[in-house]
């Protein structure tokens, strides 16, 4: 059974960070390209960073380079967000999704799973 849940959001004043989590109790992660995704009020859901099943290739999107990483623990079937730097403008839900796609991918409707979102707020 598919569940994929995120772990790690809160409350932070900009230029601070955040380390998110996503883990799935009913699958082993390093099977899937997993992605990381964030939807603001009123604005659509947009993708964030991406990593391949091996953890060899990473995807960012512009808005994040060089200040969120992504990672997996394999030990632990998590995948994570390293987020520095914060600015109020990457205030979002944070959803994690996995992909059964052959390459790591940027599009969202090519994820088929996701989780619940956990809420990110930067305060200026």
């Known amino acids: 059974q598919v569940q994929l849940v995120e772990s790690g959001g809160g409350l932070v004043q900009a230029g601070g960070s955040l380390s998110l989590s996503c883990a799935d109790s009913g699958r082993t992660l390093r099977n899937y390209n997993t992605g990381w995704f964030r939807q603001a009020p009123g604005k659509e859901r947009e993708f964030v960073a991406a990593i391949s099943r091996t953890g060899r290739t990473t995807s960012y999107s512009d808005s994040v380079k060089g200040r969120f990483t992504i990672s997996r623990d394999n030990a632990k079937n998590t995948v994570s967000l390293q987020m520095n730097r914060l600015k109020p403008e990457d205030t979002a839900v944070y959803y994690c999704?996995?992909?059964?796609?052959?390459?790591?991918?940027?599009?969202?409707?090519?994820?088929?799973?996701w989780g619940q979102g956990t809420q990110v707020t930067v305060s200026s």
């Open positions: 999704a996995t992909s059964r796609g052959v390459v790591v991918t940027t599009t969202r409707e090519e994820y088929d799973y």
